[in-house]
Structures are given as structure tokens and as C-alpha cells.
């Protein structure tokens, strides 16, 4: 093409095409009605994965609340118990003189002729552990003891799963957990109103057992509760200070840098490696106590500690230079500038990372499986130093048990779990945009 | 004007009764308004556009000129809350009627914007996109031919023809724009509306976009906005006025720029304002 | 005295020095306002920063003291204790003085009602009584010295003392100090991985471990074993994370993560869109013990159940799919959210562009959006693939521990996460190297995420600024 030519007399050499397009041909109308359907299939594809993600989120809350519902409610029977004094092996008169007695008296022997005289002894229908209540009777009064009392006694899990129905009757008597003494007894207590559900404070207030019916997720959520504190106490003021530090003071040089991918990376690292931190680290260098909340906690707070830093700087980035101008102006110094007026502007943000951070570590199991928070614990933890385990392990610890009462107990522990942290998400999540300050 | 000039389309599924002359116009709009939320932004304009000559919009920023480009086309479905009211017109039909097929309607009307925007594909992607997409080129050969056509008419052939598989965005700003107008071009459009396509250009650039834009002139309907007045009076033919979402005054270019009727217009030209 | 008691009374000890220093600083104050009517720089710092110098000086030897303490009293205490025995009271080896040790913490405690080993109960008595002594002497050192550093703070304020640059540059030296944490828990990490994984591989040699296709550490302790170690063979486990974490949990996370934030981000109505994201953040939540719950109690048996009727006989009730189905799940929302934000950061003007010639939405999302984010997408998805085979509780509750070398998605298959926890949970012996090739796997996971996230997060940087 010689290049004198004006570009308009190529185009006249050059006709773009000899028609207009003909959009009413039946081709073309075919075509364009195979791309609308296209479309239409490719926005239904979309309305499908949000049904499906969205879906199975229900799925699992529906699953979850549908089988844990039942461990909130706790069966009861009514037991006459007969405070024998022969047989528990204190009198009313030396029990009132002196109550230490108490704890070496058989109540397990007095409940178990109490419950042998009701019902036979084909038919276990209370709990092992339903004693401490005759205890707690007779230390409120001990008076009781030579007398008949009927007391409202948990139930074993097995009646309990009875009660509520969760037990199919029509398969062979081997193949249920229920013998049929157990279950005529069911019958007969139910039609004479000897059985009754109330709130499971069992469930609520106590610490793991090998009895489904005795085991309570208070021991762990008091261990998640000591947990979160020390990762609260010890990954806030670090993280803040991280990113103050990165913000607003560092120089750009390889120091600053190796601190920045350092935090990003372990941002992204796998929990269970922090998991083996604590392990090598805490625990073999430093002869940390095994088990301990404090432990957990210092580990996880190192896991949280990147997401705070992250969510941290993000907000402080957000303060607009013109505040720190004005501030600098009026003869503040740098550190003044950043304590009186970047920090409390950027502090919603940063509260709503660290909440963000701290709901992960509520949720968190892996890491803290490898520092041994999964011991077997009947006792409620009294301090930062003793044996503890946390709600996530707790339901780990009981997932592994296939019988029906403690699929139920981790359905329950699973939806206290998540009722805190959605609150716990949701809280952040309004926080979020609540303060979210376009400036 | 040349045997090329787009005038009829006897085919078209919604106008094969009507035939266009040049003097009939070949996108009418009467009484448009626009509205975003609560703010109208467009307070009832009318104009018509005819294929033989260029029509220019110009105005200070926020006037409304954009905002009635982008109903030509319908691109302001894309603005959520926006709200088209008023009647306008492609070859005798409401395009904003329900039986009027968006897609074909931005087929036959199309536009080049502001900002250079080509995809992030290669050159020969970029102009084969359109034609693919409607399915105006079946074999190789002719999309071939589609591509090196429209490159042709956009000026940009002897440039780019040996490195058509670079990506779109390694061009120039000014080639860029010349990219999009090949585009454009290539899905064979009746209209070719243009949002001030050489204000983010350097002049030399401009001055090819807007010699462009006269080759162009007679094939397709053109239809630009621009806040650039010498640039109005260089490349088109008719130009409209637009003040605080009302159009003050249309009429012959040439008119408009030496004796406007409109005291606002004649401020506006000579600089008070804008 | 107790470590905790001891650190109240530095605390105390340091408000009283702030309350003392400002006192002073307030008297300099007054004083220069009667001579120079209040001019600036009269006194040069504000009295509280008279006080917080103060308080830093008595409290900075005493925290020394106190960290000190709780670092070394451990040590300085077993000595003592050891001392205190009868020469043949407990084994000359590490391995018994540790356990010997560890059971007397365990009665001072309180953990344990009786001792195994007889002298415990003595060594025990022994151990509260040194720790007792220490504890007064370090415990009355911080003090001291937290006494002596706060009157030395408080002789040196005078009016124009710089308490104020002071102050300031003890709180640089604090966020030096906590920008070191980080820092700190990346060495440590690598420190002990090393260090550990470098002991299993005297036990056994790098390329058994990395090529080796047998996997069963449990016969570890034979000691009539070739070299006396069991299988070591990591090939079954790295396939195993790779088949669940790259592989099944992918094909389920992309296309409905994708679709997801495609629909999220071009279709849905922005109300709509307020809410669902929210939600999908929620699913982001859910920790994933409960998801593991969730795929051990009702999808893996509808797994096998589902492999059973179309014909495989062999459908594990531990099966990969499982496991893979609802790691997926588990991705979805990140997935989802990091196409969500490739999705917005392509410019309008590239779908207008598209649109504008006719293009259908869905062929400009294919067409033009897809491509143009595909950078930052791929770089969500390395991103997800890092998280995935970093996942534990799924693995662990869900996939089961058999080592198999097995492409078919209804067997069984074990992961490095879940071989770590079932390698470290129970007895763990420092010198077996059962409980070592926890850590060498430990190490692998680690070398592998970090790769992928290293070049994840580059690519998605670079995409950002490709449009920034």
C-alpha cells in the first residue's frame, strides 16, 4: 500500500463488506437466540453455586441443630431413695457433727439398692453419677438420712435416648442399645409420670465423664474461655504495636522488609505448624506444663498475631495523611501524632481484625491437639497452669464416640460453639461496616 | 458521499418496511430524561442524527451529554438506578422497547469511550471479538479479512499488521483509541457514538483520531461528545449544546461556532464559561 | 512469693513512680508558669511525661529481674532438687531425670495425689522450698532494683529534662521490640523444624523419606528392623494431601466458588449482595472441627453408601471423596472472596467496552472479565490449594490414617496434616523416630505452603498493580 495514499482513498479501495448485516436472517435470529440461552444458563449456573454453597451451610446448621437440640434437655426419674444409714455408713447425728463424714459415705451403695428395690435389677435406668445429688440432699439436710425421699435422678444415657425417642424400637433386642426390661420400665415410668425432661444442666455446667449423660461442656468453654484471654492479652498489644511500628515508624530498608514477609507468610501458614511450635518450642525448650491454657494461648496467639497485624495496618493506612499533617503542624511529636490521633481513628478497625482473630483461635483445634489440649478432663481447669482442653477439641474428643448419647453431646457442644462465634463474626462483621469511614 | 453509504437495512428484523433516505433521520430522540435516584440529570432533550454528517455534543462537564450518549445504546442499562424516559428512535423503532433486542441494538449502534479500553488480548483478538461474538465471520479466511478491514479503516493496519498477536495494550494511547474504533468498526455498525474519544490523547494522536473520524463520516452515523470546541468545529457537521442537562441549542456546525442564537451558547463558545 | 504477686508489686511500685514524677513535673510546671506566664518551653515535657519516665525506669530493671525469673527458676530449681537425693535415687540418663522431674512438678502441682517414684514425695517438699527461696530473692531483687531505678529517674527530672524524648524513645524501643515477635515465630518455626526433622534424618535418609512409597511408622519400635526404623516412605501421604487438598477439594471449590463471586459480583442485585457476602464470611467461619464432624458422621457414610450402590465394592467409610467434598465446601467462601476481588479490580470500562459491542453479560464475563482477572483468580486459588493441604481437623476426622497409594476417590487415603496428629498425639518419645518424622513432615508442609504463598501473593500483587 503506497504510502501517499490518504487513508480515505484506501477505504475506498477497501469496502468493508458489500451488505449491511442482516439481522432479521433466520441464522442470525437462531444465533441470537442460542447466545440468550446461553445466558440464561450460564446466570442459572451462578444461582446454582450460591444455592449450594448457601445450602449446604443450611444442610449443616439443620443436620447439626436437628441431632444437638436433644442435649440441652436432660430425662429424669423419680427414684424413692431409702437414706439407709447402715448402709451409707453415717448416722444423721454424726453426719450434723461432723460433715466430712459425708465423703466417705457409700451413697453409691444407697443408690443403687434404691434403684434395684424401684425397678429390678434387669433394667439400669439411673445414671452412675446421679449419687452427688443424694450427697448434696443430705448435705443440705441430714436429716433425710433413715428416711424415704423420692428424687428426681438423671436418667442413663440410654433412657434418655429412649425418652426422646431416638431409639428404634422395632429392631431385635441385640441390636439396640435398650433391653426390654429397659424399655417396659420406660413404658410403665412414662404412663405413671415417673420420667421427666428438664434443662440440662448437666450439659451446661460440667466437665467431660465417660458417661454420655454426666458429660458437660462447661470444663472446656471455661478452657476456650482461659485460652482466649492469654491470646487476647498478648496478640492485641503486639499486633498493634507491629503495625504501628510497620506504619508509621519503620525505615523502608531489608530489615523492614523481612519483618513484612515474614507476617505475610505466616499468615498463611498452616495452623498445625504453629501447632509444632508450641510443641518444640513451649514445651520442650521451656518446659511449659502440657495441656495448659497457657500454652494454648501463647500459641495461638502467635497464629492471630499476623491476622491483627494485617487487619491493623490496613486501618491505619486508611487515616488520611492530612490528619497527621495537622497534628504535626501544631508541634506535636511523630509518637504524639500517632497516640493521640492515627491510633484512636484507626482503633474500630483494628478491633474488628482482632475480633476477626480471635474467633479463629476460638475455632481452632490442630495446633493445640499438638500441645496435648486433648486430655481426658472431669474436672473444671482452676488456672492458667493446670490441664485443660478447649470446645473444638472437646467435640474432637467426643466425635470419636459412636454412641447415640455422645453424637448428641457433640451436636450440642458443636452448636455452642457456633452460636458464639457467629455472634462473635457477626459482631466484627457490623462493626465492619458500621465504621467503615470513606474519608 | 460514495456508493458505501450505510443507509437502508431492508433486512432488519424490525424495520424491513422502512426505507431510509438521507434525509430521514437515523436515530431520533424526543423528550429524554434521564434520572439517577432522586437527580435528573437529563431534563427532557430531542434531537435526530442523520448518517451523512457528524453530530458533536458539547457542553461544560456535568451537562449531560455523556449521560444521553450512553442512552443511544442503552449502555446506561449497566448504571444501576438509572432511568431512561422519552422516545428514542433507531430506523423508526423505539430501542427501548420490550421487543427490542439489546444485543443487536449495540451491535448496530456502537461506541468508543473515553479512556482507551482494549481487552487484554492480543491486537487480532481485540477486533475479532466483536464479529465472533455475532458470529459475522465463520472460516478464518474471512475473519482474516474482517480484522485487517477494520484495522484498515481505523488507520492502524501499516502499524500493527506485523505484530498482531501482541497484546492490545502494549499500543500507544492514541493507537489504543484507534484499536477500539477498529473495534467498533468491525462488527459493521450503523452508529458509532464516541465519549470524548481523544481527550485522554496526545494532539498527533488526536489529530489521527479526528482525521479518522472524517473518513469515517458517511459510512456510519457518528455521533461525539466532546468538551474540546475547536475540536467540534473541525469534525462535524452538526453539533448540539448542552447546559445543565437540557440541550440549549442544535443546529449546522458551522452556525452554532459563528452566530449561536442561545446567549448561553455564545458565552460558552467564547470562554466565559465551562 | 509468686511470680504473679511479684509482678502486682513491680506494677505498683511503677504507677507509685508516674504518680511521683508527675507530682514533681506539675510543681515545675507551676513554678516556671509564675515566672514566665505560661510561655512554651518554659519546663520542656508535661508532667505526665515526667511521670511515665519515672514509672519506665522502675519498671524496666524490674521486668528484666522478673523475665529472668520465670526463665531460669525451672532450671536453677531441678539442680537443686537433683542435688538434694541420694546418688542412686533416680537413673543417671536425661530420659529418667526428665521424668523423675516432671512427676515432682506434677505433685507440686497438685496434678497427681501420689508418687510412683519414692523420693518424689521429698524431692517434691525439696522443690516448694527452693522454689519458695528463689522466688524471695528474685522477687526482692526486681523490687530493689525497680526502687533504685525509679529514685534515679525521679533525682534526674528537673525542668528542662527531656522526659518527653525519653518516653519516646522507650516506646520506639517497645514496637522495635514487638515487630521482633513476628520475626521470632518465623525463626522459631524454622529453627525447630529444622532441628527436629535434622534428627529424623540421622534415623533415616532424606530420599527413603521423600521417595519412598511405604508408610508405616508404627513398626518403628521393632528393634530387630532393618537400622531399626519402620517404613518411612512419605510418597502415599504427600499423594494422599495432593489427591484430597489439590485435587478433589479443587474441583468441588473453583467452579462453585467461581460461579459464586461471578454471580456475586456481575448478576446480583447489590442489596442481594449485601447480605450473601456476609453469609458466605459466616461459612468462612464455621471451624473446621465441626466441618470435619460433619463429613465423618453424614457425608462419608453417603460416600460409600453412593460407591457402594454404583458398584465398587471396596468404598471405605474413610474415603478420600469425603474428606475432598467437604474441604471444597470449606474453600468455597475463599475462593470465592478472592475472585470476588479479581472480579472488581478489572476496570468498568473493559466490560463496558465489551458490552457496548453487543456482547451478551455472560459472554463478557467469559470473554473479557474472566481472562482479564485470570492473574489475580489463579493467584486465589494457589492460595486455596495452601490452605487445603494445610487442613487438618477435616483430614484427621474424615480420611483416616491408611497409608494408600490409590487414585480411586472412594478408598481410603491419608494426608501429612492428619499423619502429624496421629504421629504426636499419645506417647511421644524425643528420640523415636515415630515421633521425629511428625516434624520432617512438619518441615515438607511447611517448605510447600510457603512456596505456594510466596507466589501467590506475587502474582496477585502484580495483578493488582497491573490495574491499580
Redesign the interface.
Known sequence: ?A?ELS??A???R????AA??????D???A??RK??R??RI??G??????A???G??LF?LV??IASGWNSFRQTQVLVPVTFDAALLGVTAEQARADPRLLSRANFQGVMASSAERAFGDDAELVSDGAWLALREKVEADPGVIGRTVPMWLIATSNMDQLAKGRIDLEAAEGDRPVNDAEVFAWRTLEGEGKLRTVLNRTFLGSADSVDPELAGIWGALKGSFLTVIVTLLISF???V??A???EE??AKNRWTD??EV?????A???????G??G???FL?V??M?RSAPVVGGLTLA?MT??VI?IASRASIKAVPPSIRDAALGIGA???QVVFHHVLPLALPGMLTGTILGM??A?????PL??I?M?AFLTSVPQGL???ATVL??Q??IW?DNVSRGF?EK??GA?IV??AF??TI??LA?YLRNKFEVRW | MNEMTLSANPNSANLADVTVTPERPKMTARDVRVSYGEAEALKGVSIDVTTDSVTAFIGPSGCGKSTFLRCLNRMNDTIPGARVKGEILLDGHDINAPDMDVVQLRARVGMVFQKPNPFPKSIYENVAYGPRIHGLASRKADMDGVVEQSLRRAGLWDEVKDRLADSGTALSGGQQQRLCIARAIAVNPEVILMDEPASALDPIATAKIEELIDDLRGRYAIVIVTHNMQQAARVSQKTAFFHLGTMVEYGDTREIFTNPKEARTKDYITGRYG | MTLGLAFIAVLALAALGFWLGRQRGMAFADASGREAQGRIGAVHSRPGYHGAFVAIMALVPALLVLAAWAVLVDGLVSREVLASLPPDAVGTGDLERNAFLSEVRGLVRGDYAAAFNVHAEAAAATWKSASARYGLLFGSAALALGLMGGLWGWTRLQPDFRARTRVERSMMVLLVAASLVAILTTFGIVASLLFESYRFFQMVSPSEFLFGTTWSPQTAIRADQVGSSGAFGAVPLFWGTIFIGAILAMIVAIPLGLMTAIYLTQYADPRFRRVAKPVLEVLAGVPTVVYGFFAALTVAPAVRDFGIAIGISDASSESALAAGLVMGVMIIPFVSSMADDALTAVPSSMRDGSLAMGATPSETIRRVMIPAALPGIVGGVLLAVSRAIGETMIVVMAAGLAANLTANPFNSVTTVTAQIVALLTGDQEFDSAKTLSAFALGLVLFLVTLALNIYALAVVKKYREAYD
Open positions: 500500500m504510502t487513508t480515505a484506501a477505504l475506498r477497501m469496502p468493508l463488506s449491511p448485516t442482516s439481522w432479521a436472517s441464522t442470525m435470529q444465533r441470537i447466545r440468550y446461553q445466558e450460564f446466570k449456573l451462578g444461582v446454582l453455586a450460591l449450594i454453597a448457601g449446604f451451610l449443616l443436620t447439626v498489644p503486639v499486633g504495636l507491629t504501628i511500628y510497620l515508624f519503620a523481612i519483618v515474614s507476617i505475610n507468610n505466616l498463611a501458614v498452616p495452623s498445625i505448624i504453629f509444632l511450635l510443641l518444640a518450642v520442650n521451656l518446659n506444663p502467635l498475631l499476623p497485624v511529636s511523630p509518637v474467633a479463629r476460638l475455632g481452632e483445634t490442630a491437639l499438638m496435648g486433648r497452669a493446670q490441664p473444638p477439641v467435640i474432637f466425635s453424637v457433640t451436636s458443636i460453639l457456633l462465634l457467629l463474626n457477626s462483621i
